[in-house]
């Protein structure tokens, strides 16, 4: 994460007067997942497998199910899920619990699963290999004494993500397994080996391996409802492996072999795709006309057919947005709108005005935003924004990261995570105020969805009033009728006022 150069200034739209004038206007609208939310009480949790409706991911009985959680780390050099030395996964899994979050984005690296192939070592070598002796053991006590009766030093790496994956369960969370990296540590610049297939370290077969592995492991998981197939694809720069061409044709004919080989090891799983770019551009495959090929991609035919067997609900897309090096900040939430849009959030449909209607609609999730947690930054326009947009279209999402510190990071060693949503030692919110004032409020509008019924079938050519989105039930999203009665009157004066401050710049 943080680390790219995505040249989302080029996809500014020209004009969006009107749509200006709308989004100021069309408040975001209520939200009411009642019609269907006696039945999910009644279900039995989770209620998988999950699959998908046009662009929701609903449980088995059709309610739709908006993730609305929090990144939680196990990729990094020790390859353990952070903060156990200073919380127990108990205490921990409550503290997301009580925001009413209700995922958990767990990363790990290929790395792990390469060595419980070959030979596995328990967490006291995981501690010592990274930590050294002194510090491993010294971490490693810690850890079994916030973890008495669970936890011993002959314990695996797999056993402890276990470990988190069954509390969560217990309270009733869902898993969504992330591959991060092949060979672990703190992710993603281009240099690091881990950008692209063939890099240095990112042996396309260990992927593979590893990705299918953890999908299989996975099903005595019973809240394990997607997994990711990589985190953030980058061109690689300076690599000294045997890269592939960094093209969409490469992405799409590797995204393929790994989704086939986790459907195959785990066919319940919902599959996500992220896209190039740091996974700031998935708009090829959003955009992608019928039998012509991926936009910019050379050859490759984006078919959901040729996902066999679960291409028609079983695909979800994720995409990063990040403030790192996007050069000059967004001005107001409709050029976020418009960048989360172009970057393939138009796949929810109610895209931007000047943004192209997708043809193809998926669920899109954003599986990585954050900022630094101190009381002021969420307030920022691309956050309060990027918050803003995640509530008023109903889209998943999980906030990077959830723990204020690392057991190592780039070599040192109890790294501190400003943007952590807890304190360094996990005890508490760092910033109780974007707590209250923007994760909390965000987490009620994306569950407001949840429960709702996704429609039947896909709603292709939707008319022009939006009505076919209010009769079929459960979830009321913000229609274009909504917009268009917010626009008629005010649209003039939008159109003036735009207009002068375009005049005056
Ligand atoms: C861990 O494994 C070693 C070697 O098998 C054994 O000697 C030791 O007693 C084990 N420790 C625990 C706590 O079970
Ligand atoms: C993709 O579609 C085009 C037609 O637009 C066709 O000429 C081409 O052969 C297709 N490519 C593949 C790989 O199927
Ligand atoms: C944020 O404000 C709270 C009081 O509301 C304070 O306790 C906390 O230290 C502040 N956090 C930061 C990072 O400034
Ligand atoms: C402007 C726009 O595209 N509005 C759509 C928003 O989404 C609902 C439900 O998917 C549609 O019915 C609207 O037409």
Request: some cysteine; overall charge negative; hydrophobic content about 40%.
């Amino acid at each position: 994460m943080r680390w790219s150069l995505p040249n989302l200034a080029s996809r500014l739209a020209a004009s969006f007067a009107l749509w200006s004038a709308a989004a100021l206007l069309a408040a975001p609208t209520a939200v009411a997942g009642a019609a269907n939310t006696a039945a999910a009480a009644a279900a039995p949790w989770p209620n998988g497998p999950f699959v998908t409706s046009d662009r929701w991911m609903t449980d088995k009985s059709g309610n739709i199910v908006t993730y609305a959680g929090v990144n939680w780390p196990g990729h990094v050099d020790v390859m353990i899920p952070e903060g156990l030395q200073y919380q127990s996964i108990t205490s921990i899994v409550s503290k997301i619990k009580s925001l009413g979050m209700n995922a958990v984005r767990l990363t790990f690296a290929i790395e792990m699963i390469d060595q419980i192939t070959h030979k596995d070592i328990p967490i006291s070598k995981a501690f010592t290999d990274a930590l050294g002796q002194e510090n491993g053991m010294a971490v490693l006590q810690k850890v079994l004494k916030n973890h008495q009766g669970l936890f011993d030093e002959n314990t695996t790496r797999l056993q402890v993500f276990d470990a988190v994956a069954a509390e969560c369960a217990k309270q009733q969370i869902y898993v969504h397994l992330d591959n991060h990296v092949s060979k672990a540590g703190w992710c993603c610049n281009p240099f690091d080996g881990n950008s692209w297939f063939g890099d240095r370290y990112f042996s396309v077969d260990n992927w593979k391996r590893g990705v299918a592995y953890m999908a299989n492991h996975g099903k005595n998981w019973p809240n394990l409802m997607s997994i990711a197939l990589r985190n953030e694809l980058r061109g690689p720069i300076l690599s000294s492996g045997k890269p592939e061409p960094y093209t969409w044709d490469t992405w799409y004919s590797r995204m393929r072999e790994g989704a086939d080989d986790v459907f195959k090891a785990n066919p319940d799983l919902l599959i996500f795709l992220s896209g190039l770019d740091s996974d700031t551009n998935i708009g090829p495959v959003v955009n992608q006309q019928p039998g012509k090929p991926l936009a910019g991609g050379g050859g490759a035919n984006f078919s959901r057919a040729d996902f066999r067997g679960y291409g028609d609900d079983k695909l979800v897309l994720e995409l990063h947005y990040y403030d790192i090096l996007h050069g000059s900040k967004p001005r107001d939430c409709d050029q976020v709108g418009r960048e989360l849009d172009n970057a393939g959030f138009s796949a929810l449909g109610n895209a931007s005005a000047g943004v192209a209607e997708a043809t193809n609609r998926f669920p899109v999730l954003l599986t990585e935003f954050g900022f630094p947690q101190d009381n002021s930054t969420y307030t920022q326009t691309i956050h309060r924004c990027t918050e803003q947009f995640l509530a008023d279209r109903q889209a998943g999402w999980t906030i990077w990261p959830l723990g204020g510190s690392y057991y190592i990071r780039e070599d040192k060693q109890d790294y501190d995570e400003p943007w952590g949503l807890l304190t360094h030692d996990w005890s508490d919110w760092r910033s109780p105020e974007h707590i209250q004032n923007g994760l909390r409020p965000l987490i009620k509008a994306s569950q407001a969805a949840s429960g709702g019924r996704a429609p039947a079938a896909p709603a292709k050519d939707q008319d022009q009033d939006g009505g076919d989105g209010k009769e079929n039930g459960g979830v009321q999203r913000r229609s274009a009728s909504s917009m268009g009665f917010s626009i008629a009157p005010l649209g003039l004066w939008a159109a003036m006022t735009y207009g002068i401050v375009a005049l005056g710049l």
